[in-house]
C-alpha cells in the first residue's frame, strides 16, 4: 500500500509541473531542482519534463526571447 501511495504522489507531481510547464511556469521542476538537485528532481519529473522547463527557463531569459 505504500509503494502505491508514493508512486500516485509521484505521478501527481509529474502531472501538476507538466500543466504548469503548458503555462509557460518552470517554479515547481526548479524549486526541487534547487532542493535536492538536478540528478534527484530527473527521478521524480523525468528527463522530458526536466529539459522542457530548462529549455524554457534558458529561453525567458534570452534577449531573442524579449
Known sequence: MGL???EQDL???RAASAGELMRGETTLILSAVDAVG???AERVYGVCLMRRALLLENGSRSS???
Open 4 to 6: 502505491k501511495l508514493i
Open 11 to 13: 505521478a501527481d507531481a
Open 38 to 40: 538536478r540528478v534527484a
Open 64 to 66: 531573442l526571447m524579449t
